[in-house]
């Protein structure tokens, strides 16, 4: 089983900055994908950034050029600048790993969410 650790949530005013971190532990076969996830009150869960293994990057179109993905493998640990904050960017935000046991089993495994509050 694997557990993951956010950090880094926060109360910022618009065009503020923060830094989000999810830390994998536990069994770990091979992690593909690692991103980052958010939902607001009375939406949708939605993709906020994702990071293949890889290396390919997705981001959503309202984040573009304004947040950032990174991971450090070897500390199973991934990343997310996010810079110009918007007080639409409030939401939970959640981090999601998916574990690779082999090529037709792959577990999905979601962060405990860390709220991001923007002011205007």
């Known amino acids: 089983q694997v557990q993951l650790v956010e950090s880094g949530g926060g109360s910022v005013q618009a065009g503020g900055s923060l830094r989000l971190s999810c830390a994998a532990s536990?069994?770990?076969?091979?992690?593909?994908?690692m991103g980052w996830y958010r939902q607001a009150p009375g939406k949708q869960r939605e993709l906020v950034a994702a990071?293949?293994?890889?290396?390919?990057?997705n981001y959503a179109d309202s984040v573009q050029g304004r947040f950032t993905i990174s991971r450090d493998n070897a500390k199973n640990t991934v990343y997310l600048q996010m810079n110009s904050l918007k007080p639409v960017d409030t939401a939970v935000y959640y981090c999601?790993?998916?574990?690779?046991?082999?090529?037709?089993?792959?577990?999905?495994?979601w962060g405990q969410g860390t709220q991001v509050t923007v002011s205007s």
């Open positions: 999601n790993v998916q574990d690779t046991v082999r090529s037709t089993w792959v577990r999905d495994y």
């Open positions: 536990g069994t770990i076969f091979a992690i593909t994908t």
């Open positions: 990071s293949t293994s890889g290396d390919r990057i």
